[in-house]
T-cell receptor
Framework: AQSVTQLDSQVPVFEEAPVELRCNYS??????LFWYVQYPNQGLQLLLK??????LVKGINGFEAEFNKSQTSFHLRKPSVHISDTAEYFC??????????FGTGTRLTVIP | DAGVIQSPRHEVTEMGQEVTLRCKPI?????LFWYRQTMMRGLELLIY????????DSGMPEDRFSAKMPNASFSTLKIQPSEPRDSAVYFC??????????FGPGTRLTVL
């Protein structure tokens, strides 16, 4: 069975500071990993995805994530956040890039 | 492309009434997904279709829920009869093959 754990439900961070949102997955098979962002009253938008290849994945809006198989992690990072990054972030895994198993989400609040 | 279109955006109904949510996927996409988002349970996959055929409906909570996809450009999710615990945001998403899922803006359902 697949599952995704997002360790932090809320992360406050000051503007222009770096941020890391943590995600751990469990799977007995090869897995695809995703990060989605949800702005208030909107649907989810894909930030980045790991399917294979390089373990460092770059996404939109300056975000990146690193796939770490030994630690079963896929943490999301950004070196300098903006007010506009305030949103809910979801990590998801999939055995075949179709069935997405979502984590419970991390609410990122950027403080001016 | 207009993206995934969902209607209505908001629905308020009384317990016992029938509710129908609608989704128009992105043209050319062959997968369609219905999700439910609540504070208590987060994002849950209810059902997904491939080429208009339901593939996995194990996430449908009970027989009161049904989903159809009569053609490649339209799908419905029906709740009959509705109950207050069905209150949630319902998302539709579509994808082409094993690629990223594009989400609609969601329908916020309130059952009184």
């Amino acid at each position: 069975a697949q599952s995704v754990t997002q360790l932090d439900s809320q992360v406050p961070v000051f503007e222009e500071a770096p941020v890391e949102l943590r995600c751990n997955y469990s799977s007995s098979v090869s897995v695809y990993l995703f990060w989605y962002v949800q702005y208030p009253n909107q649907g989810l938008q894909l930030l980045l995805k790991y399917l294979s290849g390089s373990t460092l994945v770059k996404g939109i809006n300056g975000f990146e994530a690193e796939f770490n198989k030994s630690q079963t992690s896929f943490h999301l990072r950004k070196p300098s956040v903006h007010i506009s990054d305030t949103a809910e972030y979801f990590c998801a895994s999939s055995p075949g890039a179709n069935n997405l198993f979502f984590g419970t989400g991390t609410r990122l609040t950027v403080i001016p | 492309d207009a993206g995934v279109i969902q209607s209505p955006r908001h629905e308020v109904t009384e317990m016992g009434q029938e509710v129908t949510l609608r989704c128009k996927p992105i043209s050319g996409h062959d997968y369609l997904f219905w999700y439910r988002q609540t504070m208590m349970r987060g994002l849950e996959l209810l059902i997904y279709f491939n080429n208009n055929v339901p593939i996995d409906d194990s996430g449908m909570p009970e027989d009161r829920f049904s989903a159809k996809m009569p053609n490649a450009s339209f799908s419905t999710l029906k709740i009959q009869p509705s109950e207050p615990r069905d209150s949630a945001v319902y998302f539709c998403a579509s994808s082409f093959g094993h690629n990223e899922q594009f989400f609609g803006p969601g329908t916020r359902l309130t059952v009184l």
